[in-house]
């Protein structure tokens, strides 16, 4: 049996039932009835379809998992796309353990997208299983990548409860200077959410009309102690808004009338990918606006306003206890995995405990985050709309030190952007 193959199908699966699952927890929540039946017995009997839909999409990716890890020879965790879909599966699994303590059906219409865009993000990234480099041949890549993406995984609950508790208590009414703050905070993050979206299906849609732009960079490198000139390919998978700083256009499909870059990167830009990078950005944030703007268009009103119908039957006092045990199942499990085993790991791949790489400086800051956030919940009593705040902003971060991190600021753990 091809164990990759077979991998790759059950992912495929699992990714197809969490969509069904959001769509039925939809329905549990929707307050419609068949056969004049009760509305409350009708949730109820929804959101257990629901949940069953969802075990059985993380039996599917578990399957995924393991078999992926028999067929490569190595746990599923060295590059991007592995980690990101192990960190979709540790998502479903603390969804799933909240959701059997505190059987809330609405928490799955937030908490199931997250999955789906972490998944179909990782499905940007080359798929092949890789050989590890010297650095990942370690026992410690298991515990260490495991147990700080079951961390991350908890803080992805506490967020899609923060948000939803958010727009459950927001008065999208109020004229108010405070009110107003509130609601453009709420509107700024599920702008946020789009641009997530956009760029995923911006590099699916360019990728399957098999665009492509190539831009040549020499350089002038020393080799044998001579001086030689070296030419690198840059590719866009994305039209190039902007060029890489000193390249020559090889090539590049046309585009809306669009045959060369608007403009050059900045020349402090100057790494082989940083013109690259800068494009994707601009990609995201000009077609996130985009989305934003036409569904806000056609709702005719803050999309945050238009969901939050939908939340009126939840009590804000469960939202925000379920935000602040996820964060608090999380943060020590985040300690372990992302602090104590990954110095240890550290100490066996390169023979120091800390060395400031900018991915050890991003935990570090994830961790510093989440300290306050329990010591200003425990010690200064902040519940409610402050520690929503700060759900939904630490999670912000924690994905900001995921993708930001890993794809745009170079260091140690660069091989995982690959």
């Known amino acids: 049996m091809n164990w990759l193959n077979f991998s790759g199908n059950a992912l495929l699966v699992s990714f197809v039932i969490y969509c069904v699952a959001f769509l039925v927890f939809v329905l549990s929540i929707a307050g419609k009835t068949w056969s004049n039946r009760d ?21 599917s990716q578990l399957l995924y998992f393991f078999t992926r890890w028999y067929g490569g020879g190595h746990i599923p965790t060295s590059n991007m796309f592995e980690f990101m879909t192990m960190l979709g599966m540790m998502i479903m699994i603390a969804f799933i353990i909240v959701y059997a303590i505190y059987r809330t059906p609405v928490l799955g219409v937030f908490a199931l997208p997250v999955v789906v865009l972490i998944i179909a993000y990782a499905a940007v990234f080359p798929n092949e299983v890789q050989p590890l480099i010297p650095a990942l041949q370690s026992y410690w890549l298991k515990i260490h990548v495991t147990t700080a993406a079951a961390g991350e995984a908890f803080f992805a609950v506490g967020f899609a409860a923060g948000l939803m508790y958010l727009i459950r208590t927001v008065n999208f009414q109020g004229k108010t200077a405070s009110d107003r703050k509130e609601q453009r905070g709420v509107e700024f993050t599920l702008l946020i959410i789009f641009m997530l979206i956009a760029f995923i299906a911006s590099v699916f849609t360019f990728n399957a009309a098999g665009y492509e732009a190539k831009f040549i960079k020499e350089q002038i490198v020393a080799k044998d102690g001579t001086q030689q000139k070296v030419s690198q390919t840059v590719t866009y998978v994305l039209p190039p808004i902007v060029a890489p700083y000193q390249t020559t256009l090889e090539s590049m499909d046309t585009f809306l009338g669009m045959d060369k870059p608007l403009f050059t990167a900045p020349s402090w830009m100057s790494g082989e990918n940083a013109g690259r990078k800068f494009n994707t950005v601009i990609w995201t944030v000009l077609l996130g606006v985009l989305l934003y703007a ?20 939840m009590d804000p006092e469960d939202l925000d206890e379920i935000g602040y045990r996820s964060i608090a199942i999380g943060y020590p499990i985040f300690t372990l995995g992302a602090l104590i085993f990954a110095m240890i790991w550290a100490h066996k791949a390169w023979g120091r405990f800390w060395g400031w790489d900018p991915k050890e400086v991003w935990a570090l ?34 994905m900001f030190t995921l993708v930001g991190v890993n794809l745009v600021i170079a260091g140690l753990h660069s091989y995982s952007g690959v």
């Open 365 to 398: 800051i994830v961790w510093l985050f989440y300290a306050v956030f329990l010591h200003l919940r425990l010690s200064r009593g902040w519940q409610g709309k402050r520690s929503a705040w700060l759900a939904v902003i630490g999670f912000i971060v924690v």
């Open 39 to 59: 509305p409350e017995v009708h949730g109820r009997k929804w959101g257990r379809a629901a949940y069953g839909l969802s075990v059985l999409g993380l039996v």
């Open 294 to 313: 036409l569904l806000r268009l056609i709702l005719r009103k803050p999309i945050g306003q238009a969901i939050s119908p939908i939340m009126k039957g």
